[in-house]
């Protein structure tokens, strides 16, 4: 039986609905642009021949090539023996040439990865560092961001960046791409060269053992880590999401999040795999996300809980008769919700279900908790998700019993193939311990999280390892502290960090965004909290912001709050 | 002080650090990723006190806040309304 790659995957829907539009791009100032499926495709074929031609350009033959992954060779590597990396790095933001070109690595039996747009010239750096030279994929807002940071010896010059135009491109971005062009480090998209192949290139190669994708996160070193996955799991994670949230080509689901989070990836895979719509958003603005889904009627959302939180602190809704009449889910991914912004979330979301969802970069969405589970378990992130395995683990490797915390490990489906820096000290992949006829994963991801199952196998997720601080003797987990936080009313979001002294006492630090209206000083809120809770759960300091500063995925930005707590305790503002 | 193209030109340079050579009354300032996120929290106090308007939940939006001319013209419906 042979095996449809996403790529293969797109030009069947080119067939069968060359018609529909597959992506709406909602590009700001009330422009709207829409593409076909046969448009899409059309682009993602001149992707997929111009990259598997676009080989030819790579620089540096000589480029350590060492597989990363044992088995799973580098595709490309074959291919007219030049020495080059196999991965794709696409810089840009979230637009149609965006997908397609994501697609057309795949084509040209390669992987892709998105990198953030917020992303600036050291982190790029220190990406395309460990991508090695080859081709990489940016646009117009995207090259002034390159061109800022651009010296002959940075890993950036190395490589060989297609310009995707835009017919809004700023005379800025036009002048940034002239400077790259007159460095001969970038040309149009549009001037690439393009040689037509038959059918797909990576035919050429076993579709099961190639990696799809390369996701970047910031390791607690703040070096960042590249994490593959195999093009089959990206299949898998899409065909286990299809059945889950139960879409079908009738659906249109609404992108909030950026392609180089995971959980906006797998959105993006799965609407193009089901043949559905996908509404391309780039603001997590309440109004903006509640406008758009009734303009597009859309059916389902992906979004992380800060982005409910904002909706929730601004008093919006999804109107069961207004705009929220066509939404059939919604999910919280991608971190904790505190529990008295969960409670609220069933008036927030009208009629759509809620689902909640649990993963890592490492190992993609573990586990769900169905709507009709929400009300009765509101807490937990539910069962394992398709052919996903999740196991607690004792410190000495044995597995829990319910009830009892542990380690959280993951088996199966959506578990990484390994890091891009295959001797990362700080893998969290390891040969399976419980390897056995139900379940012959190889491999399992530590995830350094620590939670339990209750006696009907549903998870509950208690923190990070790593976070767990000792206060004076002790335990505490800075989630504990921020739902109390919240329970006082008036908090609109809340953020506790722990400032380990020299001599090794942690000092706590809240942060917290007051809700509208309400007027607590820092004093009233230390004062309220002492009331509540034990005295070595009260922040030494709150500190009061006008915005909760967050990372490119929308995940509150800890390690800055951090820097700003330490800072703060030595006496700094 | 009233709210102006100058007086927003003036703040995105020396508040947001942004380079504003080239900028104009249609420049997108966020799909454009000039203005990244964490700055709109900053850009509405500053419209809000500069301007003499209050906005709620639903003047926040994209589309009113993408360039100069279109916070401006906000403001002014907003003191129209």
Not at chain 1, 254 to 259: A, S
């Amino acid at each position: 039986m042979s095996v449809l790659t996403l790529y293969d995957q797109l030009q069947e829907q080119v067939r069968s609905r060359p018609d529909k539009i597959a992506v709406v791009h909602c590009q700001g100032a009330g422009r709207v642009r829409r593409v076909t499926f046969a448009e899409l495709g059309g682009m993602a074929r001149k992707f997929a021949a111009s990259l598997a031609v676009g080989w030819a350009y790579s620089p540096a033959n000589s480029h350590n090539t060492k597989s990363p992954v044992g088995e799973y060779a580098h595709p490309a590597q074959s291919m007219g023996g030049y020495a080059h990396p196999s991965v794709i790095p696409i810089f840009m933001g979230k637009s149609p040439a965006c997908i397609a070109a994501m697609f057309g690595a795949i084509g040209a039996g390669s992987a892709f990865a998105c990198l953030n747009r917020k992303l600036r010239p050291p982190q790029i750096n220190a990406i395309l560092g460990a991508t090695g030279p080859g081709v990489a994929i940016t646009d117009g807002p995207g090259a002034t961001v390159l061109a800022a940071g651009l010296n002959a010896d940075s890993p950036t010059a190395r490589m060989r960046w297609w310009v995707v135009e835009d017919e809004a491109m700023l005379p800025a971005q036009r002048k940034a791409v002239e400077q790259m062009r007159a460095a001969r480090e970038a040309e149009y998209w549009s001037e690439v060269q393009t040689q037509t192949r038959a059918g797909s290139p990576c035919h050429e190669h076993n579709p099961c053992r190639i990696v799809g994708c390369c996701l970047f996160t910031s390791g607690s070193t703040g070096r960042p880590k590249g994490v593959l996955i195999a093009e089959s799991d990206l299949r898998a994670r899409a065909a286990a999401e299809i059945e889950c949230f139960g879409i079908t080509a009738d659906d249109v689901l609404l992108n909030v999040l950026p392609f180089s989070f995971d959980v906006g990836l797998n959105q993006v895979l799965t609407a193009i795999l089901a043949g559905c719509t996908i509404v391309l958003l780039d603001s997590w603005l309440p109004a903006d996300i509640i406008r758009a889904t009734g303009e597009f009627k859309v059916t389902g959302i992906s979004a992380v809980p800060a982005i409910w939180s904002d909706m929730l602190a601004a008093g919006l809704s999804f109107d069961p008769a207004g705009a929220g009449q066509s939404l059939r889910y919604l999910t919280i991914s991608g971190g904790d919700m505190a529990p008295q912004h969960l409670q609220r979330m069933p008036a927030l979301a009208g009629k759509a279900g809620i689902f909640k969802t649990y993963g890592q970069t490492e190992a993609f969405r573990a586990t769900s908790l169905r709507p009709e589970e929400f009300a009765a378990r509101t807490q937990s992130v539910g069962r394992p998700f398709g052919s996903a395995r999740i196991y607690i683990v004792r410190e000495n490797g044995s597995r829990c019993e319910p009830n009892e915390q542990g380690e959280i490990v993951h088996t199966g489906l959506g578990t990484m193939l390994g890091y891009l820096d295959a001797d990362d000290p700080q893998s969290k992949l390891r040969p399976n311990p419980f390897r056995a006829s139900d379940d012959p994963a190889d491999v399992a991801i530590f995830t350094g999280d620590l939670g339990w199952f209750d006696e009907q196998g549903y998870l509950y997720v208690k923190g990070r390892r790593d976070e767990m601080l000792k206060v004076a003797g002790n335990r505490v987990y800075p989630q504990e502290v921020v739902a109390h936080l919240l329970a006082l009313g008036g908090i609109a979001a809340a953020e506790v960090v722990g400032v380990k002294s020299e001599s090794n006492e942690t000092t706590l630090v809240a942060f917290v965004v007051l809700a509208s209206g309400a007027a607590h000083s820092a004093a009233d809120i230390r004062r309220q909290l002492a009331n509540r809770v034990s005295s070595y759960m009260v922040p030494r300091e709150v500190v009061i912001l006008p915005a909760m500063p967050r990372t490119a995925s929308g995940k509150p930005d800890r390690p800055a709050l951090l820097e700003r707590a330490k800072v703060l305790l030595q006496g700094g503002t | 002080m009233a709210l102006t193209c100058e007086s927003l030109l003036e703040y995105f340079g020396s508040r947001l650090g942004v380079d504003t050579a080239g900028v104009d009354e249609s420049t997108p300032l966020f799909s454009s990723n000039l203005l990244d996120s964490f700055s709109m929290v900053d850009l509405i106090m500053f419209i809000e006190k500069e301007g003499e308007i209050t906005m709620d939940a639903w003047d926040v939006t994209l589309d009113n806040l993408d360039s100069i001319g279109r916070i401006l013209q906000l403001v002014e419906m907003k003191k129209a309304g």
